[in-house]
């Protein structure tokens, strides 16, 4: 069973820096994509970072100025370097990946079971 683990999350103030990281467990043949959504109340959950098995990153506009996603392919874990945070980052923060479990049948979507990140004074 393809398990997505986050850790890292906590309460920060405004300004402030927090990492978050992901580790995949489980039998996994390859991880493709790999990144990171966010939910916060009242809110639908958005892309906040994405990055593929070849290193590319996409970033979403409201944070690819403070924000930095990077991997360890090897490792199959997933960073989310969060800098100058704001209080509207709070949310509940998502670990993604796109796993093939096995050579056949394609691949699938899994989802972490989410850490609260709250930037508050």
């Known amino acids: 069973q393809v398990q997505l683990v986050e850790s890292g999350g906590g309460l920060v103030q405004p300004g402030g820096s927090l990492r978050l990281s992901c580790a995949v467990s489980?039998?996994?043949?390859?991880?493709?994509?790999m990144g990171w959504y966010r939910q916060g109340p009242g809110n639908k959950r958005d892309m906040v970072a994405r990055?593929?098995?070849?290193?590319?990153?996409t970033l979403a506009d409201s944070v690819k100025d403070r924000f930095t996603i990077s991997r360890d392919s090897a490792e199959n874990m997933v960073y989310l370097e969060m800098n100058t945070l704001k209080p509207e980052d709070t949310a509940d923060y998502y670990c993604y990946a796109y796993i093939w479990a096995t050579e056949l049948g394609g691949g699938d979507d899994y989802w972490g079971q989410g850490t609260r990140v709250t930037v508050s004074s």
């Open positions: 990055i593929t098995h070849h290193g590319t990153t």
């Open positions: 489980g039998t996994v043949f390859t991880t493709e994509d």
